[in-house]
C-alpha cells in the first residue's frame, strides 16, 4: 500500500501539469461545496443569535386566551373570565424540570394609558413588570447603578422599582434616576436602581446602526416587586413565566413542558372553560424554518457545483486511461514476473484515489479561503464545517476510486504478452 502511494506521489510529480490539470474539476468542485457550506452554517448561526440572543437561552410561556394572547382592558380595569394564578408549588415543579437553570413569574402590562408619571413626563407606550427575585437573574440584567431588590422589599411591600437603561433615557435624559419618585397606577414609588441586559442576551447586534435601530424600537421597562402589583393595579392579573434553559437545542421541548406544568393551574381553578392556555413561545421553530429556508435554496448551489465533481472525475477516468496506454509494457513485465491482477488493480486505483485526494485538499483551502472572501466582499457571516471538510476530502477520494476503476481493470486484464509486444 505505502509503495503504491509513493508510486503515486512520484508519478503527479513527474507530471505535474498534467496532474494538476485533471485534478482542476476537483478542486473547483470542492471548493465551491466548501464555500457554500461555509456560507449557509453561518448564515444559520445568525439567524439564531438575531432571534434568541448569543447564549440567552430563555423561553416565554405567556397566557392566551382562544387563538390570541390574553389582554386586559386597559380602560376599565377588568378581566374577562376567571384567570388562573401560579402558586408557588407550581414554581417548584417548574424549576425541577429537565434542562432549567432558573426560572421567574411576573405580571406585565404595556403602558398604553399612560399610568406611570414622573413630573410632567410620561411612559406611554413602556412595559411595566411585577417581577420575582428571580427575574433579573433568569433574563440576564445587571444593576448598572443603585441597587436590586433585596428579599425585605417584598416582604415589607416596600414601593420600589427598577428601571432598565432605556426607561431611565426616556423618562429622566441626563439626570440620574436613582432617588426620584415616579408614579405607578397613582402610587409613589422610588427608584432604588437603573438595570441594563447584558450583551448576550440582546439580539446580534453587529454595527452601530443595528444598535440604533433596536434602541428605537425600545420604549424601556419599569419593575416593581410583584407583591406590589395589586396595590397599583387593585385586581387579579394572571402572571407569564420565563424560563432559562440549559441549552438552544433544549429550548423547544423544555418551553412545551413547562407550559404544561403551568396549564395545571387551569385546570385546578375551574377556568379551562373560558379558553385559557399557557403556550411556549418556539423561537427555536421560527430558527428551524428560517434556517431550512435558506438551506433548501442554497442546497440547488451545492447540486451545481457537484457537477464540477462529475467533471472532475471523467478528467480523472481519461487522465488513467492515457497512464494505463502509457504504461502498457510496465504493466505487461510486472505481471510476466508474477505480478497479480489485484496487484496492478491496487496500484491504478491507489494512483486514482491519490491523485483526486490531492485535488480534494487543494479545493478544501481554496474554499475556506473563498468562503472568507466572499465574507468580507458580501458582508454575509461564514462558519467552517469540519465535518464538511472531512466529508469532502473523503468524498474526492471515492470519485478517484469509482472512476478510476474501470481503468485500472483495463490494466489488470491485460495479457501480459500483448503487453510486452506492444509499442
Same mark, same amino acid.
Given at each position: 500500500?505505502?509503495?503504491?502511494?509513493?508510486?503515486?506521489?512520484?508519478? *503527479?510529480?513527474?507530471?505535474?501539469?498534467?496532474?494538476?490539470?485533471?485534478?482542476?474539476?476537483?478542486?473547483?468542485?470542492?471548493?465551491? #461545496?466548501?464555500?457554500?457550506?461555509?456560507?449557509?452554517?453561518?448564515?444559520?448561526?445568525?439567524?439564531?443569535?438575531?432571534? *434568541?440572543?448569543?447564549?440567552?437561552?430563555?423561553?416565554?410561556?405567556?397566557?392566551?386566551?382562544?387563538?390570541?394572547?390574553?389582554?386586559?382592558?386597559?380602560?376599565?380595569?377588568?378581566?374577562?373570565?376567571?384567570?388562573? *394564578?401560579?402558586?408557588?408549588?407550581?414554581? &417548584?415543579?417548574?424549576?425541577?424540570?429537565?434542562?432549567?437553570?432558573?426560572?421567574?413569574?411576573? /405580571?406585565?402590562?404595556? &403602558?398604553?394609558?399612560?399610568?406611570?408619571? /414622573?413630573?410632567?413626563?410620561?411612559?406611554?407606550?413602556?412595559?411595566?413588570?411585577?417581577?420575582?427575585?428571580?427575574?433579573?437573574?433568569?433574563?440576564?440584567?445587571?444593576?448598572?447603578?443603585?441597587?436590586?431588590?433585596?428579599?425585605? +422589599?417584598?416582604?415589607?411591600?416596600?414601593?420600589?422599582?427598577?428601571?432598565?437603561?432605556?426607561?431611565?433615557?426616556?423618562?429622566?435624559?441626563?439626570?440620574?434616576?436613582?432617588?426620584?419618585? #415616579?408614579?405607578?397606577?397613582?402610587?409613589? /414609588?422610588?427608584?432604588?436602581?437603573?438595570?441594563?441586559?447584558?450583551?448576550?442576551?440582546?439580539?446580534?447586534?453587529?454595527?452601530?446602526?443595528?444598535?440604533?435601530?433596536? /434602541?428605537?424600537?425600545?420604549?424601556?421597562?419599569?419593575?416593581?416587586?410583584?407583591?406590589?402589583?395589586?396595590?397599583?393595579?387593585?385586581? &387579579?392579573?394572571?402572571?407569564?413565566?420565563?424560563?432559562?434553559? +440549559?441549552?438552544?437545542?433544549?429550548?423547544?421541548?423544555?418551553?412545551?413542558?413547562?407550559?404544561?406544568?403551568?396549564?395545571?393551574?387551569?385546570?385546578?381553578?375551574?377556568?379551562?372553560?373560558?379558553?385559557?392556555?399557557?403556550?411556549? &413561545?418556539?423561537?427555536?421553530?421560527?430558527?428551524?424554518?428560517?434556517?431550512?429556508?435558506?438551506?433548501?435554496?442554497?442546497?440547488?448551489?451545492?447540486?451545481?457545483?457537484?457537477?464540477?465533481?462529475?467533471?472532475? $472525475?471523467?478528467?480523472?477516468?481519461?487522465?488513467?486511461?492515457?497512464?494505463?496506454?502509457?504504461?502498457?509494457?510496465?504493466?505487461?513485465?510486472?505481471?510476466?514476473?508474477?505480478?497479480?491482477?489485484?496487484?496492478?488493480?491496487?496500484?491504478?486505483?491507489?494512483?486514482?484515489?491519490?491523485?483526486?485526494?490531492?485535488? $480534494?485538499?487543494?479545493?478544501?483551502?481554496?474554499? #475556506?479561503?473563498?468562503?472568507?472572501?466572499?465574507?468580507?466582499?458580501?458582508?454575509?457571516?461564514?462558519?467552517?464545517?469540519?465535518?464538511? #471538510?472531512?466529508?469532502?476530502?473523503?468524498?474526492?477520494?471515492?470519485?478517484?476510486?469509482?472512476?478510476?476503476?474501470?481503468?485500472?481493470?483495463?490494466?489488470?486484464?491485460?495479457?501480459?504478452?500483448?503487453?510486452?509486444?506492444?509499442?
Amino acid at each position: 500500500m505505502f509503495e503504491n502511494i509513493r508510486l503515486a506521489f512520484q508519478g *503527479i510529480w513527474s507530471h505535474k501539469m498534467r496532474s494538476f490539470l485533471t485534478m482542476l474539476g476537483i478542486i473547483i468542485g470542492i471548493a465551491s #461545496i466548501i464555500a457554500i457550506v461555509s456560507t449557509i452554517k453561518g448564515t444559520s448561526e445568525q439567524i439564531k443569535d438575531n432571534l *434568541i440572543g448569543s447564549g440567552n437561552n430563555t423561553v416565554n410561556v405567556t397566557l392566551s386566551q382562544g387563538d390570541s394572547a390574553y389582554s386586559v382592558d386597559y380602560y376599565d380595569g377588568s378581566s374577562s373570565g376567571s384567570t388562573p *394564578i401560579l402558586s408557588q408549588s407550581l414554581k &417548584d415543579e417548574v424549576l425541577k424540570t429537565d434542562h432549567v437553570e432558573n426560572a421567574t413569574f411576573f /405580571y406585565s402590562r404595556t &403602558d398604553y394609558n399612560s399610568s406611570v408619571y /414622573y413630573e410632567n413626563s410620561s411612559f406611554s407606550g413602556g412595559k411595566v413588570y411585577g417581577i420575582d427575585t428571580n427575574y433579573l437573574n433568569t433574563c440576564g440584567y445587571q444593576v448598572r447603578s443603585g441597587r436590586g431588590f433585596v428579599q425585605a +422589599d417584598y416582604d415589607n411591600f416596600r414601593k420600589v422599582a427598577l428601571v432598565d437603561s432605556y426607561a431611565a433615557d426616556t423618562m429622566f435624559p441626563g439626570a440620574n434616576p436613582v432617588g426620584k419618585i #415616579i408614579e405607578i397606577g397613582s402610587e409613589p /414609588y422610588t427608584v432604588v436602581g437603573v438595570v441594563r441586559q447584558s450583551a448576550d442576551s440582546l439580539p446580534n447586534m453587529d454595527t452601530p446602526s443595528d444598535f440604533d435601530s433596536y /434602541y428605537e424600537n425600545v420604549i424601556g421597562t419599569v419593575m416593581i416587586p410583584n407583591k406590589c402589583w395589586p396595590i397599583s393595579y387593585k385586581f &387579579d392579573e394572571p402572571e407569564n413565566a420565563i424560563v432559562k434553559v +440549559d441549552s438552544t437545542d433544549n429550548m423547544s421541548e423544555t418551553g412545551s413542558a413547562v407550559a404544561k406544568i403551568l396549564n395545571k393551574s387551569i385546570s385546578s381553578t375551574g377556568s379551562g372553560s373560558s379558553g385559557f392556555k399557557y403556550k411556549a &413561545d418556539d423561537v427555536m421553530q421560527r430558527v428551524k424554518d428560517l434556517q431550512d429556508l435558506s438551506e433548501s435554496t442554497n442546497s440547488q448551489l451545492i447540486w451545481i457545483a457537484s457537477i464540477s465533481l462529475l467533471v472532475g $472525475g471523467i478528467g480523472v477516468m481519461n487522465i488513467m486511461l492515457v497512464s494505463v496506454t502509457e504504461r502498457t509494457k510496465e504493466i505487461g513485465l510486472k505481471k510476466a514476473i508474477g505480478a497479480r491482477k489485484k496487484v496492478i488493480l491496487g496500484q491504478f486505483l491507489t494512483e486514482a484515489a491519490v491523485l483526486t485526494s490531492v485535488g $480534494g485538499i487543494i479545493g478544501v483551502v481554496l474554499g #475556506i479561503g473563498l468562503s472568507k472572501v466572499v465574507s468580507k466582499v458580501a458582508g454575509s457571516p461564514t462558519a467552517i464545517s469540519v465535518p464538511a #471538510i472531512i466529508g469532502s476530502v473523503v468524498f474526492s477520494m471515492l470519485i478517484g476510486i469509482i472512476f478510476g476503476l474501470l481503468p485500472s481493470v483495463k490494466a489488470a486484464n491485460l495479457n501480459p504478452i500483448d503487453a510486452l509486444r506492444s509499442e
